[in-house]
Every structure is written in C-alpha cells, then in structure tokens.
Nanobody
Framework: VQLQASGGGLVQAGGSLRLSCAAS????????MAWYRQAPGEERELVAR???????NYAEKVKGRFTISGDIAKNTVNLQMNRLKPEDTAVYYC??????????????????????WGNGTQVTVSS
C-alpha cells in the first residue's frame, strides 16, 4: 500500500492550506484515514481522523480551524486548514488503517490488517 500526499507549503499566519492524500495498492477495506504532524523536537501527534462510518475526531489544538474530509471507500482524504498559526508548523503525515489483500485465489481470500504512513509534507506558517 502506498500513500501519496500533497498540498504542503509556506503560508502566513491566518492563511489556509489544503492537504490531500490518496492510498493505493491491494486494499480490501479502508477502516480509517488520518493526518498526524510532527514538529522539530516533538513527538508525532494526531491532528484529525475519519473512519469508514464518517466519524471524525480532532486534536483540541485544531478544532474549529481544521476540517478532515474525503471518500474513505475511494481511499482519499483531505485536510482543510484555516486560520493557520505559527505553532501549526510541522511535517504532516497521512496515515491509513486498512485490510490489505495478501492473496486472492479462487474462493480463498487472505488479508491482514495494517497501518501505513505517507512520506510527510512540510507545512510552514510564518508570523
């Protein structure tokens, strides 16, 4: 399974950016997709998550400013980031929770539940 993320960049405080991510590969089902971020010297943290049922959850720091959306069935997720702050500066990582097909021969389907990370996209917010 591969994740392709795009949309990072440099923006002034108060501005907006939109991140996009698409997963591809031998995916049987996608259970959830999410965005995490990691600032220099800090641990990676959850930003926002959406599951197959459309339930979303957000970090307190971004509630009311960020919106996660997408089509889980099509393995795509977006993160709309508004009213950005300098403290939002970080590398943002796409994350997917899937059932991955190992083999599918005749009536025999084998799969495993796995998590995958994208390579990360830099978001820099200047003050």
């Amino acid at each position: 399974v591969q994740l392709q993320a795009s949309g990072g960049g440099l923006v002034q405080a108060g501005g907006s950016l939109r991140l996009s991510c698409a997963a591809s590969g031998s995916i049987l089902n996608t259970h959830a997709m999410a965005w995490y971020r990691q600032a220099p010297g800090e641990e990676r943290e959850l930003v926002a998550r959406v599951n197959r049922g459309g339930v979303t959850n957000y970090a307190e720091k971004v509630k009311g400013r960020f919106t996660i959306s997408g089509d889980i069935a099509k393995n795509t997720v977006n993160l709309q980031m508004n009213r950005l702050k300098p403290e939002d500066t970080a590398v943002y990582y796409c994350y997917v929770d899937v059932s991955e097909i190992l083999s599918n021969v005749g009536d025999s389907l084998h799969y495993r539940d796995m998590n995958y990370w994208g390579n990360g996209t830099q978001v820099t917010v200047s003050s």
